[in-house]
């Protein structure tokens, strides 16, 4: 069992920055593709960066390309996302989520591939 803890949401305006993180434990933290992402009312789960193993890799939405950024600490268990130039249209819960993979270049996209995931953190952007 992987236990997963979001934090770092609030309230933002329009232009603003927020880092989330996600706090890992249970098990060995580097064997894990982690992913984050985000749910508005009414929407589906969809998915907004992901990040390999060793964090040599990593993939983004269109929509979040060059405004956001995945990270990860190894040695803290921690995952990071930080979100520049956010817009009204980035207001969702966000979720981190873990997938098992034993090659280190493999990263994931879709929701039903995580095992594992955190409560979720509310984000807002006002305009």
């Known amino acids: 069992q992987v236990q997963l803890v979001e934090s770092g949401g609030g309230l933002v305006q329009a232009g603003g920055s927020l880092r989330l993180s996600c706090a890992a434990s249970g098990r060995t933290f580097s064997d894990y593709c982690m992913g984050w992402f985000r749910q508005a009312p009414g929407k589906e789960r969809e998915f907004v960066a992901a990040?390999?193993?060793?964090?040599?890799?990593?993939d983004y939405a269109d929509s979040v390309k060059g405004r956001f950024t995945i990270s990860r600490d190894n040695a803290k268990n921690t995952v990071y996302l930080q979100m520049n130039s956010l817009k009204p249209e980035d207001t969702a819960v966000y979720y981190c989520?873990?997938?098992?993979?034993?090659?280190?270049?493999?990263?994931?996209?879709?929701?039903?591939?995580?095992?594992?995931w955190g409560q979720g953190t509310q984000v807002t952007v006002s305009s």
């Open positions: 989520a873990a997938e098992a993979t034993a090659r280190d270049s493999q990263i994931y996209y879709g929701p039903n591939t995580y095992a594992y």
């Open positions: 990040i390999s193993r060793s964090g040599g890799i990593t």
